[in-house]
């Protein structure tokens, strides 16, 4: 919680002129995608290495002291963050980045990064492997390529696209023989080998034609509990194992070096090492602390969980979760919306977790993870007190309670009460709201790797989840709104990890949530994205965002009006807002405008320093926006005459 700093500007814009008061940049999330214990050369003493994204200020490096509690963070010179991160020769680590798709080298002796080099064309670097010339291996994504890194020349040399048209080289690991394991996906999902001396690729033993990715440990390779020696053959384990009496067992691949294996049975942690003759217990951790997948030399076992990081010292069960100990920059948020309370919620674009912020007092705190799986919150919902959220990437449907205390960890409050992953949907692309009935309307995009989308309809008490599954054909549904007993959705051509969808357009439609049938649906020509934006019930129109230019659909007729609105601006945000006072809230690039639905005009209320993301309207009709890192509110809002927005 930090304390309030605001500050007015009058603006002019256009027929407006307003007062913006910055009430701060309360998102401040942290989303860790990497991490290994690296021995800091200053004293000898081994740290927690973290990668943490950030949109605005960069991808940084946090070196935590899990004896001390304190942390030292790195700003890096390249990336918005990083999947990717190794401890190479030389008292290096590599890095490597997105959005931009570059390899840094961080100097351990120096404590700075001494070198960026970009992938050309290449975005994200997911994941990285030392192969036997010496290089450092990574593949990327949108063009499925493997990249090699010359640690000498700190330069790199495209290896190839070997399995189009998939976008991901999801996965590369290290052969014992020095060559390179690479794993593709989403379109024809696949695994190849790549030989650095020959520059070829070469199709695995059908034995391992469906592993995804493994470890080198002394001359085997191994993926899960199965052994393969330097030829990739099946053999027994040359090592001990654990008893079969305490469960099934599998190699820890982001603990075993080549020298040292790390096995894991249920929650038990094993370690042998190589020329060794017996397996060392290491420690045991409490079943709901899943995320520890590390160990230290001294035999600290270490995690991390969302905001959080877990350790566990040696000779102990219990685990402890402490808050990292390092304050993040500022970071955008994905939406914004504002409770009946008048109280300020969001979340950033990662992160998997919500801020709140007190307009009257600027005070704002940003939460611990919300739910267990990746991803982030999309959106959320108010009903009797609670905030429901609607999250990526496990399809996860959530109730927090703010007046309860927080223990997530075990699933009290907040806690998942659906998850559509299971079913096929995972990314809420089209939020959530509370209908007439007191039920949770949110849309859907389908999961990787295919076209398709969802509205699910959910009882809060229960979580009790009906789906209508594809309801304008096999397209993202990207967005949903609740009308008279009927559901007007909208959708989009994207998927995830697909390109667009060829060979038709978006839609819009009108949904019979009591039967699950479409009752009406029209493919716009040259439509993208469709969004639905509100339903507006004294004109019975709804405003249509179609690629962004606004439209009004007459529920009465079922046709699109081609008269009104009048030369609105388009919609370029997230969140909009409609507080029931007849005008639709949102934003047009550096613009916050209030649509009337009646007239069909526009009005500028504010001129924002930069891109307007999302705007949201308070009970007391003050209307805030978030631009860049910034939220703002528009002085004098609560008082200003609707009315002469009809001009």
């Not at 299971?422 to 709201?433: H, L, M, S, T």
């Amino acid at each position: 919680m930090l304390t309030f700093l605001a500050c007015a500007a009058v603006l002019t814009a256009g027929e407006a002129q307003a007062d913006l008061i910055h009430l701060g940049q309360p998102c401040r999330a942290k989303n860790v995608l990497a991490k290994c214990p690296v021995v800091d050369r200053r004293d000898g003493r081994e740290r927690l290495v973290l990668t943490n994204m950030n949109e605005d200020t960069g991808c940084e490096l946090i070196f935590v002291d899990f004896e001390k509690d304190t942390a030292e963070v790195f700003r890096a010179p390249a990336g918005s963050g990083s999947w990717a991160l190794m401890e190479v020769p030389g008292d290096r680590l590599v890095v490597g980045t997105f959005y931009d798709g570059a390899f840094m080298i961080f100097d351990l002796k120096k404590m700075e990064f001494t070198n960026v080099t970009k992938f050309p064309g290449e975005g994200y670097i997911w994941n990285l492997a030392l192969g036997g010339d010496g290089r450092v291996y990574g593949g990327t994504y949108p063009g499925g390529k493997l990249g090699a890194l010359n640690l000498s020349t700190c330069e790199v040399e495209d290896c190839g696209a070997g399995a189009p048209p998939n976008l991901y080289c999801r996965n590369v690991s290290a052969l014992p023989d020095g060559r390179i394991f690479c794993h593709y996906i989403q379109e024809k999902p696949v695994s190849l080998i790549y030989d650095p001396s020959s520059k070829t690729y070469s199709s695995p033993p059908d034995h391992l034609a469906n592993a995804v990715s493994g470890v080198t440990w002394d001359e085997c390779f191994i993926v899960g509990s199965q052994v393969f020696d330097r030829d990739l053959r099946p053999v027994n384990p040359p090592f001990p194992i654990p008893a079969d009496d305490k469960g099934a067992w599998s190699v820890v691949p982001e603990m075993t070096t080549r020298d040292t294996l790390f096995i894991r049975q249920a929650n038990r942690f094993y370690r042998f090492r190589k020329g060794g003759s017996a397996l060392e217990f290491v420690g045991e951790v409490e079943p709901r602390f899943q995320g520890v997948s590390l160990c230290t030399k001294d035999g600290w076992l270490l995690g991390v969980r969302g905001q959080d990081y877990i350790v566990v010292k040696p000779g102990t069960k219990k685990a402890e979760l402490r808050r990292i100990p390092a304050e993040s920059g500022p970071r955008p948020t994905l939406f914004l919306r504002a409770d009946p309370s008048g109280i300020l919620w969001g979340g950033p674009h990662f992160g998997q977790t919500l801020f709140w912020l007190d307009p009257a007092t600027g005070r704002f705190e940003n939460t611990s993870t919300v739910c267990d799986a990746g991803g982030e919150v999309y959106d959320v919902a108010f009903l009797n007190g609670r905030v429901y959220c609607v999250a990526y990437a496990g399809g996860d449907i959530i109730c927090y309670d703010p007046a309860k205390p927080w223990n997530q960890i075990d699933h009290v409050n907040p806690r998942v009460i659906a998850s559509l992953g299971a079913k096929g949907y995972i990314r809420p692309i089209a939020g959530v709201q509370v209908g007439p009935d007191g039920r949770l309307y949110s849309g859907w995009m389908a999961k990787y790797g295919t076209y398709g989308g969802a509205v699910a309809i959910t009882e809060p008490s229960t979580g009790e989840t009906e789906l209508i599954e594809n309801p304008l054909g096999e397209q993202a549904v990207s967005g949903v709104v609740v009308g008279e007993s009927v559901l007007y959705v909208g959708s989009s051509l994207a998927a995830n990890g697909l390109p667009n969808k060829q060979g038709e357009y978006a839609r819009f439609g009108i949904v019979d949530p009591a039967t699950k049938r479409t009752v009406f649906q029209e493919e716009i020509e040259g439509a993208v994205n469709v969004r639905p934006l509100c339903y507006d019930p004294v004109t019975k129109r709804v405003a249509v965002s179609v690629n962004g230019k606004i439209r009004f659909f007459n529920t009465r007729t079922r046709k699109f009006l081609q008269s009104l609105p009048v030369d609105v601006p388009n919609l370029s945000c997230a969140s909009v807002s409609f507080p029931g006072d007849g005008y639709l809230y949102y934003g047009s690039d550096r613009s916050v405008v209030a649509l009337n639905m009646r007239t069909g005009r526009c009005r500028t209320l504010a001129q924002a320093p930069g891109k307007v993301a999302n705007v949201a309207v308070g009970p007391s009709g003050t209307v805030y926006f978030s631009c860049g890192v910034d939220i703002y509110a528009i002085k004098g809002t609560m008082q200003w005459d609707l009315c002469s927005c009809s001009r």
